[in-house]
């Protein structure tokens, strides 16, 4: 069975697996399709409950170990709250994250250069960041 990749979505797959000495998979794949089909931030069990639709028979551990490659080959951004399970973003542009405690719900917040340069200015002098992670927890109001 096919993910409901674009072409774009597989070329960037692609060439991102085999830059890291790996190749395309189904289940890899239909994890990617899934991660970018809804942006809610699904945890490891999401992800196995909507690739199950296609790939009845993929495991828990075989989720986890697609969500893991995708990390590692900079598909996805893995997004942690405390000691709730991680929650994995398809969105790859320097952004924050908002979770609502009342909800749940997990939201992207974009930012400006302008924000992005204030938060580089608050580094220790003689430090740079190559990445960053924002993230704020409240109510709706």
Not at 22 to 44: C, F, G, N
Not at 72 to 92: H, I, K
């Amino acid at each position: 069975m096919s993910s409901n990749l674009t072409k774009k979505q597989k070329i960037s797959l692609n060439t991102a697996l085999s830059q890291n000495g790996l190749r395309s998979t189904k289940q890899r794949s239909s994890v990617y399709s899934v991660i970018l089909a809804k942006t809610d931030h699904p945890t490891a069990d999401d992800v196995l409950t909507r690739v199950r639709k296609n790939l009845p028979t993929i495991s828990l551990a075989t989720v986890y170990n697609c969500l893991e490659t995708l990390v590692d080959c900079g598909l996805v951004r893995q997004v942690n709250f405390d000691r709730a399970p991680s929650r994995f973003c398809p969105n790859l542009r320097p952004h924050a994250h908002f979770k609502c405690k009342q909800s749940g719900d997990i939201f992207d917040i974009a930012l400006d250069t302008k924000s992005i340069e204030s938060l580089h200015a608050v580094l220790p002098e003689g430090f740079s960041a190559e990445n960053f992670e924002l993230s704020f927890v409240g109510n709706s109001l």
